[in-house]
Structures are given as structure tokens and as C-alpha cells.
């Protein structure tokens, strides 16, 4: 085995480099794992939910930023063009900071009224223009690795971020700091690691100084003028939507029912960033290749069938034992969260599928029909949680917003297959046939739970196997794909 292992890695490109960013994808969230029953105890339900506001804020910020510029850096022609695009979304970087902290000094008390509805937001508005250089500056650095297909040190640099940045919020933690301590530690991991991406990024300004001009940036820019024309919005339009429960959540329920949100969706997404998330990266740098080759289409179609139903037996898991499994974990004030799971198992599961396809629209330059379909979903998500907020309460509310995004996701999903001709009926029995198993194997132990008046010992013995035998049905397909 060992054997067949080594000779798969040396042919698979592919899959070395999927290796390389799920292992440091696995080491950062176990890192983030670890810690989150301490950080849980620590800091209070409302200290997250105003973490979450600010995390909202550097997403929309960091794109308006740089315009997405550094978006275009693996498909960039040549070094020259490249560190002309480099330079670009440093300059917009800088610029945009400057607006930013020019806005925290006139306007911070209508900004943190506007944004969080609680006086402590103002306190802390001076970390939006720092978090956000530092944020802003990882991406530019970490889309130049993925053009160098660097993602070995890409990988070091995001697990040293995270051991960094929750050693920071665990030690302010134990000095009662109070939510400036997620905050920072947010900040910290966004410094951290900088240095070595800025190497790789430096070695390339040397060698190309020569060939740097006013107008080639101009004409860098009109080239790839569709990522801040479309592409820029899309992706704030997308961030916008992802966030908006955030902000709702903070206007009609408070703080704490956000914190109670985040942390339900930083557990759900663990399949989505530890694989799905994992491959994207490394299938937007082969894709423009594979379409050269005519290859994308079957290309595609194997990442979605290898993908497709691997994260169902855990978002039923979650579904099934969230109260339980989060008031073990977390503490009592988290068990909110847990009826938050199975009202959220719809949108993360077609979320899953589609994260490593969303990047095609850049590859066929179809930007314009992508800006389209991100501002309907956010339109979808304004009427679902609006609906939410006016007839039902937080769990309502959060319903709403997951089925809304989860129908909307299942036509996005056709959308994105139809640009390359691949099937989509295959990947979604498959994942019916999943959600079928599950529900009979996980079901049958959450009612052993019930019968047994909460014996978790009787109950363990019959999941164990049954989340083992999950185990072996997701990652089994996915062969095919790492073969690649």
C-alpha cells in the first residue's frame, strides 16, 4: 500500500498538491478545534457574535480593496504581467485602508451604531483598518503562492496563523479582555507568516523591475478589467450575502444569537474547508489548462462525483446531536447553537458541491452572468430572512435562510455544470442515496439516545461504527478525484 501510494503521489500533481493544502486545511481546524471549548469558556456567546461582525467586515472590505485584482494572478500570461497585477492590488490595498481609517476617525460613533448596535463596536473600530491591511496583504501574498504553486509554504504560513492567533485570544482570554481579545487574535494570525509569502512574491519584483511601467500596469488593468467590473462584484455580493444573517441576526436578536450562528457555521463548514475548500485552490490552477487540452468537462465532472454526498454523514451527525454534542463541547451557554445545525444542513450540504466549481466563471470569462446569479441569491436571502425576522424568531430566522440559499445553490449548481457540459443527476442521487444511509444509521442511535434516557455509552457503542462506516463511504469516491 505504501507502495502504490508513493507511485500514485509522483503521477498525481494534483494530488500532491491537494495533500499539501487539506493537511495544513486539517491541522489549522484541529488547531481551531482544540481551542474552541477553551475560547468558549472564556468569552461569552455575545463577545463571538461581535467577533463575527468584524470578520463580516474584513470579508466585504478586503474585496473592495484590491478590486480583485489578485484574483487574476494564476492566469496571468507571464511574471511580467503578474507583478504587474501584484502591484496593482498593493496600490488599491493602501488606498483603500486610507479611506477606511479616515472613516473610523469621522464617523466611528454613526459607524458603530450602524453596523453593531452596541457601544462597545466603537471601542474597538480602530482594528477594522489594521485587520484589514494585514488581511488584505495574506490574500495578495497567498494568490501569488497559488500561481507559484508554492502551496507547501502556503500551507506552513496558514497553520503557524492559526496556532499564533489562538494562542492570542486563549492568553487574553485568561486576562478577562473581553472580545478585544478574539479580535486580536484575529489581527495577530493576519501578521503572522506574512514575511515568508512576501519572499517569494520580492524575488519576482527583482527580476521583473526592469519590465515595470506606468503603462504596463495600465494595461494589465484594461486586460483584466472583468475582475473589478464583475468579478469584484460578485464576490461582494456573495460576502454580502454570507454576512447578512450576521448583521440580522445582531439587529433583531442580538449579539448573542450571531455568536450562537458563527460557531454552528465554523463547525458545519469543517467538511467544506477541509476538503472541498482544499480543492479548489488546486482545481482553478489546473483548470485553464485542462480546457486548453479539452479535458475540463470530464475534469469537472470527476471533482463533483468524487465530492458529492462526502460531507452528509457529518452535517446529519451535527444535525441529529447538536444540543447534546454542544453543550458536552462547548458548555450549557452553547446549547442554542445545537438547534441551530439541523436548521443550517441544507444550505452547507449544497454549499459543499459547489465551492471548487464556483471558480469557472473566471476561467470562461463569464463574469457578467456570475455577477447576475450572486445578486439574485442575495435578493433570496434579504426575503428569506426578512421573512424570518417578521414572523419567527432566531431559529426561524436561520431556517429560512439556509433553505432559501440551499435552493438557490442546487441552481447555481446547473448553471456552473452547464459551462462545461458535465452531468448533474449522477452527483445528486448520490447524494440522496447518502442522506437515505445516514438517516437510518444516525437515526436509529439518536433514538437509542432517547430510549435510553441519555446513556451515552449504550448509545456510543452503536455510533462509533456507524460514523466509521460514513468515513469509509464519503472518502472512498474520492479517489477518482485525487487521481487527477
Same mark, same amino acid.
Given at each position: 500500500?505504501?507502495?502504490?501510494?508513493?507511485?500514485?503521489?509522483?503521477? *498525481?500533481?494534483?494530488?500532491?498538491? /491537494?495533500?499539501?493544502?487539506?493537511?495544513?486545511?486539517?491541522?489549522?481546524?484541529?488547531?481551531?478545534?482544540? /481551542?474552541?471549548?477553551?475560547?468558549?469558556?472564556?468569552?461569552?456567546?455575545?463577545?463571538?457574535?461581535?467577533?463575527?461582525?468584524?470578520?463580516? $467586515?474584513?470579508?466585504?472590505?478586503?474585496?473592495?480593496?484590491?478590486?480583485?485584482?489578485?484574483?487574476?494572478?494564476?492566469?496571468?500570461?507571464?511574471?511580467?504581467?503578474?507583478?504587474?497585477?501584484?502591484?496593482?492590488?498593493?496600490?488599491?490595498? !493602501?488606498?483603500?485602508?486610507?479611506?477606511?481609517? /479616515?472613516? $473610523?476617525?469621522?464617523?466611528?460613533?454613526?459607524?458603530?451604531?450602524?453596523?453593531?448596535?452596541?457601544?462597545?463596536?466603537?471601542?474597538?473600530?480602530?482594528?477594522?483598518?489594521?485587520?484589514?491591511?494585514?488581511?488584505? *496583504?495574506?490574500?495578495?501574498?497567498?494568490?501569488?503562492?497559488?500561481?507559484?504553486?508554492?502551496? @507547501?509554504?502556503?500551507?506552513?504560513?496558514?497553520?503557524?496563523?492559526?496556532?499564533?492567533?489562538?494562542?492570542?485570544?486563549? &492568553?487574553? &482570554?485568561?486576562?478577562?479582555?473581553?472580545?478585544?481579545?478574539?479580535?486580536? &487574535?484575529? !489581527?495577530?494570525?493576519?501578521?503572522?507568516?506574512?514575511?515568508?509569502?512576501?519572499?517569494?512574491?520580492? #524575488?519576482?519584483?527583482?527580476?521583473?523591475?526592469?519590465?515595470?511601467?506606468?503603462?504596463?500596469?495600465?494595461?494589465?488593468? #484594461?486586460?483584466?478589467?472583468? %475582475?473589478?467590473?464583475?468579478?469584484?462584484?460578485?464576490?461582494?455580493?456573495?460576502? +454580502?450575502?454570507?454576512?447578512?444573517?450576521?448583521?440580522?441576526?445582531?439587529?433583531?436578536?442580538? +449579539?448573542?444569537?450571531?455568536?450562537?450562528?458563527?460557531?454552528?457555521?465554523?463547525?458545519?463548514?469543517?467538511?467544506?474547508?477541509?476538503?472541498? @475548500?482544499?480543492?479548489?485552490?488546486? %482545481?482553478?490552477?489546473?483548470?485553464?489548462?485542462?480546457?486548453?487540452d479539452g479535458s475540463l468537462a470530464a475534469f469537472a465532472e470527476r471533482v463533483?462525483?468524487?465530492?458529492?454526498?462526502?460531507?452528509?454523514?457529518?452535517?446529519? %451527525?451535527?444535525?441529529?446531536?447538536?444540543?447534546?454534542?454542544?453543550?458536552?463541547?462547548?458548555?450549557?451557554?452553547?446549547? #442554542?447553537?445545537?438547534?441551530?445545525?439541523?436548521?443550517?444542513?441544507?444550505?452547507?450540504?449544497?454549499?459543499?458541491? !459547489?465551492?471548487?466549481?464556483?471558480?469557472?466563471?473566471?476561467?470562461?470569462?463569464?463574469?457578467?452572468?456570475?455577477?447576475?446569479?450572486?445578486?439574485?441569491?442575495?435578493?433570496?436571502?434579504?426575503?428569506?430572512?426578512?421573512? &424570518?425576522?417578521?414572523?419567527?424568531?432566531?431559529?426561524?430566522?436561520?431556517?429560512? %435562510?439556509?433553505?432559501?440559499?440551499?435552493?438557490?445553490?442546487?441552481?447555481?449548481?446547473?448553471?456552473?455544470?452547464?459551462?462545461?457540459?458535465?452531468?448533474?443527476?449522477?452527483?445528486?442521487?448520490?447524494?440522496?442515496?447518502?442522506?437515505?444511509?445516514?438517516?437510518?444509521?444516525?437515526?436509529? $442511535?439518536?433514538?437509542?439516545?432517547?430510549?435510553?434516557?441519555?446513556?451515552?455509552?449504550?448509545?456510543?457503542?452503536?455510533?462509533?461504527?456507524?460514523?466509521?462506516?460514513?468515513?469509509?463511504?464519503?472518502?472512498?469516491?474520492?479517489?477518482? /478525484?485525487?487521481?487527477?
Open positions: 500500500m505504501k507502495d502504490r501510494f508513493a507511485s500514485l503521489l509522483q503521477r *498525481s500533481p494534483f494530488l500532491r498538491h /491537494v495533500l499539501a493544502v487539506s493537511g495544513s486545511t486539517f491541522a489549522v481546524q484541529a488547531i481551531s478545534l482544540a /481551542v474552541a471549548p477553551i475560547t468558549s469558556r472564556l468569552y461569552a456567546p455575545a463577545d463571538h457574535g461581535l467577533l463575527a461582525l468584524f470578520n463580516a $467586515c474584513f470579508s466585504l472590505l478586503s474585496i473592495l480593496a484590491t478590486l480583485r485584482y489578485e484574483t487574476a494572478l494564476p492566469l496571468a500570461r507571464d511574471d511580467t504581467e503578474a507583478t504587474h497585477l501584484l502591484l496593482l492590488s498593493g496600490g488599491l490595498m !493602501v488606498l483603500m485602508t486610507a479611506l477606511v481609517s /479616515v472613516a $473610523c476617525a469621522t464617523m466611528g460613533t454613526s459607524l458603530a451604531a450602524g453596523i453593531a448596535h452596541d457601544s462597545r463596536f466603537l471601542t474597538y473600530l480602530w482594528f477594522l483598518p489594521l485587520g484589514l491591511l494585514l488581511l488584505t *496583504s495574506f490574500n495578495i501574498l497567498a494568490a501569488w503562492a497559488v500561481r507559484a504553486q508554492a502551496f @507547501g509554504a502556503l500551507s506552513k504560513v496558514r497553520i503557524l496563523q492559526s496556532l499564533g492567533g489562538s494562542s492570542a485570544s486563549i &492568553g487574553l &482570554g485568561l486576562t478577562h479582555a473581553g472580545v478585544v481579545g478574539l479580535i486580536a &487574535g484575529t !489581527v495577530v494570525a493576519s501578521l503572522l507568516g506574512l514575511r515568508s509569502l512576501a519572499v517569494l512574491a520580492w #524575488r519576482a519584483l527583482r527580476h521583473e523591475a526592469q519590465h515595470i511601467s506606468w503603462a504596463g500596469l495600465q494595461a494589465t488593468a #484594461r486586460r483584466h478589467y472583468r %475582475f473589478p467590473l464583475y468579478n469584484s462584484w460578485a464576490q461582494l455580493i456573495n460576502a +454580502a450575502s454570507l454576512q447578512l444573517p450576521v448583521f440580522a441576526l445582531t439587529a433583531a436578536f442580538g +449579539a448573542a444569537a450571531t455568536g450562537y450562528f458563527s460557531l454552528t457555521q465554523r463547525l458545519l463548514l469543517l467538511p467544506t474547508l477541509l476538503i472541498s @475548500g482544499a480543492i479548489t485552490p488546486v %482545481f482553478y490552477s489546473r483548470a485553464r489548462q485542462a480546457q486548453a463533483l462525483q468524487g465530492i458529492s454526498g462526502v460531507n452528509v454523514f457529518f452535517v446529519v %451527525f451535527v444535525a441529529l446531536f447538536g444540543e447534546p454534542l454542544f453543550t458536552l463541547v462547548f458548555g450549557a451557554q452553547w446549547t #442554542r447553537s445545537g438547534t441551530y445545525a439541523a436548521a443550517m444542513a441544507p444550505w452547507l450540504l449544497l454549499n459543499f458541491m !459547489v465551492t471548487p466549481l464556483a471558480t469557472l466563471p473566471l476561467v470562461f470569462h463569464r463574469q457578467g452572468t456570475d455577477l447576475l446569479f450572486h445578486a439574485l441569491l442575495l435578493t433570496c436571502r434579504c426575503g428569506t430572512l426578512w421573512l &424570518g425576522m417578521h414572523y419567527g424568531d432566531d431559529l426561524t430566522t436561520v431556517a429560512a %435562510f439556509s433553505l432559501g440559499s440551499a435552493v438557490f445553490m442546487l441552481v447555481y449548481l446547473r448553471w456552473l455544470l452547464q459551462l462545461v457540459g458535465a452531468r448533474m443527476a449522477p452527483a445528486l442521487w448520490r447524494v440522496a442515496r447518502e442522506l437515505a444511509v445516514a438517516s437510518v444509521l444516525l437515526g436509529g $442511535c439518536r433514538a437509542l439516545l432517547e430510549w435510553s434516557d441519555g446513556n451515552w455509552w449504550a448509545t456510543g457503542s452503536a455510533l462509533l461504527p456507524a460514523l466509521a462506516y460514513g468515513a469509509w463511504r464519503a472518502l472512498r469516491p474520492l479517489q477518482a /478525484v485525487l487521481k487527477g
